[in-house]
């Protein structure tokens, strides 16, 4: 208690705030950018952190962290451009939203379950940290893979209107996320001798590609058949006054998916590998069983929103849980973190609950405070941000591709991924004009090495076993369970809708 | 010729892609039998949606025949044409960016491409294009310190 009474009074100083300050509007405007990402802002921050006390430089990262998160839901609804590939599934119901003069909810809704959800997760790593850390612990090679797995069949989820082609680009971007050497064994697969392709196929390049390049194409083919501006007709219905939140039963109704994202997202955020990006979309699929309204994914949904950035950071505050207690980093940008804190002399573990208290303490609520700040930051920009609406396209155009560019290009100064972000751009114009949705894909990218990689693991760690391995871990026979569900959930729900209706 | 409808040449693509990389990895295959497992489950899989989707195609032909309806195509020149010049200035932009790096190419893309989406306000064009430059480069580049300064291949070659 004393230290965090210690704490509370090492966040309200003035270097603290203002670093605090600093890493949430800095990372809401990083996180905005496409291509580039929290990890990217973190590494390039880190080196400013060096000259800072140990809390005050920390605290700028994990509020950078967070907010990057939350940044890029803002170009993902306003443009179809996700700044982050947390924040693509977000883009599939914000875009609509958009196009419909509703902007500036989608954009409020975005922000208060994006609080709601790094709250949770706040709340969660100041109260429980030490127990979900034991959590962690719990988790092997075969967890990662069927929490990966459990991903992958939400792809049918997301297959829009046509869930045969859906699931065909799902499984295509698990081919694409085969490309490169094999983690395993080292083998190249599908390099055909190139060493750019080595590494494999960067996440950042395709979803730029198929997201950001293809909705240029997009605006070209709209702005040659007269529309000029996101939104469509006149404009004259825009919602762009007054509080930035749907009102009534549409905002209610987001209550129970925010709670269910949030604790979803904690603990998926706790598992290493898994992170906002799996959040994301495990809870948007998810949200889409329990929506009232399942009808509007894809169409404009509030509801979609919720869940996609309630859990997406949700999981931001998960993933700080095995980072500090265990010190195990179970993503990029906790990795960073993780150096970070041992620049400044942190020792990650036991240690920092009891030698470094007053410092770790300080953190968590900086990370909780960044929440709230960016909450109310996000919440008085939606009317302004919103506008982005009623520029004409044909400024929009060129600027998404030169900031797309930027992004991919910043990544590893790698012109090569530049050429993949060119070359999936032609492919997601392509794919949507043939009536193949790309979220599948993305999804399908992201989990593929994450399931393949694990699940062989496991298959060496079973020795030949697998069944009794399985079957000696309770949270593995869970999550089968939940693969099980999630499959033929769809499939029984319509037979039981069937019936009712007979 | 009778027009086929756009899913069978999605099917036949996909069954094309299919036994591509099923050739692509038989050498794999010989030297490590487990790097192929999910590759090769990934393009059977595919080759099945491939299978399905061009007998749906051959349904929807059928059924546009039987309407007199023209059965929806892939490549229609007239609705390409537009996302294809575009998609050219893109293009282009990624060769000059190589060529000449982003500094140098992305303003000359940037009015170049606004034009094109039928952009006609040149102040607006050039105030919009100086302060993303601006922000690039002092943000970016002075800041954050992302190596966008070196002027391209050719410049390379030509200090070399």
Known sequence: MSEL?????????????????????????????????????VSLLLPITFSMSPAAGLVMLVALY???????SLTAILCSTPGTPASAATAIDGYPLTQQGRGMEAVGVATLASVFGGLVGAVAL??????????????????????????????????????????????????????GADSLTGFPRFTFGSIYLEDGLQTAAAMIGLFSVAQVLNIAVNIYQGQTKIILGDGTGAKLKGIALPKGKELRELWPHMIRSSIIGTIVGIMPAAGSGVSSWINYSMGKKFAKHPELFGKGSFEGIACSEAGNNSACGGALVPLITLGVPGSGVTAILLGGMTIHGLVPGAEMFTTYADTTYTIMLGYLIANILFGVIGLLIAKHVAKVALVPMGYLGPIIIAIGTLGVYAIHSNFAEVVMMWAFGLVGYV???????????????????????????????????????????????????????????????????????? | MKKIHQDVWCGVFLLALSAFGYFSSIDLAAKSPDSVVLPRLSLAVIAIFGILIVVDGIRKTRLAAGK????????????????????????????????????????????????????????????ITVIFMAIVYFFFVGFLHVRLANLGAISTYLLN
């Open chain 1, 66 to 72: 967070t907010s990057a998160i939350y940044g890029g």
């Open chain 2, 68 to 127: 007199g309806e023209l059965p929806k195509q892939f490549f229609v020149w007239k609705e390409m044409k537009v996302p294809l010049k575009a998609f050219g200035f893109i293009t282009a932009y990624i060769a000059l960016f190589w060529c000449i790096g982003y500094m140098v190419a992305t303003p000359i893309f940037m009015l170049a491409f606004m034009y094109h989406l039928k952009m006609r306000n040149w102040k607006v064009m050039i105030l």
């Open chain 1, 126 to 179: 100041l109260t429980i940290a030490p127990q979900l850390g034991r959590l962690a612990l719990k988790f092997s090679a075969i967890e990662y893979a069927l929490v990966a797995l459990f991903g992958l069949t939400v792809i049918g989820a997301l297959a829009g209107e046509n869930m045969m082609k859906g699931l065909c680009s799902g499984v295509i971007g698990i081919l694409i996320g085969t490309i």
């Open chain 1, 431 to 502: 794919m949507k004009k043939a009536g193949f949705a790309p979220s599948p894909m993305i999804l399908g990218i992201v989990l593929s090495r994450i399931a393949e990689d694990n699940l062989r693991r496991a298959i060496v760690l079973s020795r030949g076993n697998m069944l009794t391995y399985i079957l000696g871990r309770p949270i593995s026979i869970v999550f089968i369970a939940l693969c099980v569900i999630s499959l033929f959930s769809p499939i029984f729900m319509k037979w039981v809708n069937k019936k009712s209706r007979g």
């Open chain 1, 5 to 41: 009474m210690s704490a509370i009074s090492t966040v309200l100083s003035p270097s603290v705030i203002l670093a605090l300050m600093i890493g949430t509007v800095g990372g809401m405007f990083i996180g905005a950018m496409p291509g580039f990402s929290a990890v990217m802002g």
